[in-house]
């Protein structure tokens, strides 16, 4: 594009009119693509110095302009007062082609990341049951970002944040000692578990003492740390983190760090108490502490439970001061679906408002969920599609057109082929779609 700006200067610097005008500054991207490719809007800033209408001037502009026989500009036209400019797509295409073949690998490659350091934070599973379809869209972003950023030369650190607390973890952890007789799991960890947890929401519909019950077990691992619950916990969350790490290797998506909620509560807890100290927080009739963000034009909310057990945002207020200390960042990127758009402006409003410089370089790279044709997932009710399953279902398929073209090979090759199309194409379909953009999984 760079290119293309300076030879379009060239062009119409030829024209008297521009030759002393300063160009750069008035181009812009058009709203639609039958008005080219690239406009200048300088016709309107000449308007008032030569008396004449900014649509006259670009018409004169036009007529007097001759374009180069091998230029990467086709055609130049005036229209309600803008210059737009048609790229000649083959031409730049030989030259992009000539600079990819020279540079290889290199090709795109930018120093503009040296000396930083930044994490990017995706994928996020709950350690409850395995990842189904949606998780995939924050895994795949996460790690195509984290490899753009490596690319520029960013010190990139890859890191899985791990909701090991909380009432969810809770509830698979009571469905385990009310169903699971210490056994141990059979098969994937991970997709042994999710029946359970299932179990778990079909009984409490049934019998909400349920729910209460593991209000009481979570209370136990946080409050009371009651060795014989954090034992069986702990063992619930790591089978559940075996069984995401078997699904990861398949992908072939790799993370430097894993950091737990539950490392950062007390930290958190910490920054809720200073908080209330400074006015930024205040106890609510229910005795919930409550951060007040309305003269900032957020809603406020709540980051400690009337009971002391904390919430997302209160692990995040301990975690995030430690990830910039410990790593050195310079950038953090929060991988995360735009469900918690609003969580996020609140968790770094907060932040600021404690006095952490360094929340200006906190992003939350927002991306929109995954449903099914039938509507939203639901993990609880058993109603979703899991990666496993997915990949299975393409490497299945895919091995039937490998054995078809290629029946001489071993059958170790023919598996090696179908695994790296069907990673391919299941990257390629997730990443494909615009983040913003609702993906509709069939």
């Known amino acids: 594009m760079k290119h ?38 300088i016709c309107f800033s000449m308007s008032k110095k030569l008396k004449k209408s900014p649509n006259d001037i670009a018409e004169e502009i036009v007529k007097k302009i001759i374009i180069p026989k091998d230029s990467m500009i086709e055609k130049i036209e005036a229209k309600a007062g803008y210059l737009n400019f048609f790229f000649n797509y083959s031409k730049i295409a030989k030259i992009s082609l000539k600079k990819i073949l020279k540079e290889k690998n290199y090709y795109g490659f930018s120093n503009v990341g040296k000396g930083k350091r930044v994490m990017v934070e995706h994928s996020q599973p709950n350690p409850v049951h395995p990842m189904h379809i949606g998780h995939s869209r924050s895994t795949c972003l996460g790690d195509s970002l984290a490899n753009i950023l490596n690319f520029l030369n960013y010190k990139t650190i890859r890191s899985n944040y791990m909701n090991n607390t909380g009432l969810q973890v809770a509830k698979l952890v009571t469905a385990y000692q009310l169903w699971g007789d210490n056994k141990k799991p059979v098969g994937k960890p991970d997709l042994w578990l999710w029946e ?16 209460e ?10 409050i009371e740390h009651d060795k014989k619950t954090t034992k069986v916990w702990n063992q619930v969350v790591n089978w559940c983190i075996e069984g995401f790490k078997e699904t990861y290797k398949k992908l072939k998506v790799n993370f430097d760090v894993y950091l737990f909620e539950n490392d950062y509560r007390k930290a958190g807890k910490k920054n809720v108490e200073k908080a209330l100290k ?4 205040f106890k609510s009739n229910e005795g919930a502490i409550v951060a007040d963000l309305e003269k900032y034009g957020l809603s406020s909310c709540i980051i400690l439970r009337s009971d002391g057990t904390g919430l997302y945002a209160t692990s995040d207020l301990g975690m995030t001061p430690y990830k910039f200390e410990k790593y050195k960042l310079d950038k953090s990127i929060w991988v995360v679906a735009s469900a918690q758009d609003l969580y996020f402006k609140q968790l770094f409003k907060i932040l600021d408002l404690l006095g952490y410089r360094w929340v200006k370089n906190c992003y939350h790279f ?20 899991m990666i496993d399953e997915v990949i299975k279902e393409l490497v299945r398929t895919i091995l039937k057109e490998v054995e078809k073209k290629n029946p001489e090979l071993s059958k170790e090759e023919k598996n090696n082929i179908a695994e790296k199309i069907a990673i391919g194409a299941f990257k390629y379909n997730i990443l494909r779609v615009e983040p913003h953009k609702t993906i509709t999984f069939d």
């Open 4 to 41: 293309i700006k300076e030879e379009i200067n060239q062009i119409l610097k030829k024209a008297d009119l521009l030759k002393h005008e300063k160009i750069d500054e008035t181009y812009e991207t058009p709203p639609d693509p039958k008005f080219g490719d690239l406009a200048s809007n």
């Open 366 to 385: 927002s991306y929109d969920l995954v449903h099914l044709p039938e509507g939203k997932m639901s993990s609880r009710k058993g109603k979703a599609v």
């Open 213 to 222: 019950k593991a209000r009481e077990i979570l209370r136990k691992f946080e």
């Open 278 to 281: 400074k006015g930024i927080a």
């Open 196 to 211: 359970f947890y299932v179990k778990f929401h079909e009984e409490a519909e049934k019998n909400p003492d349920i729910e």
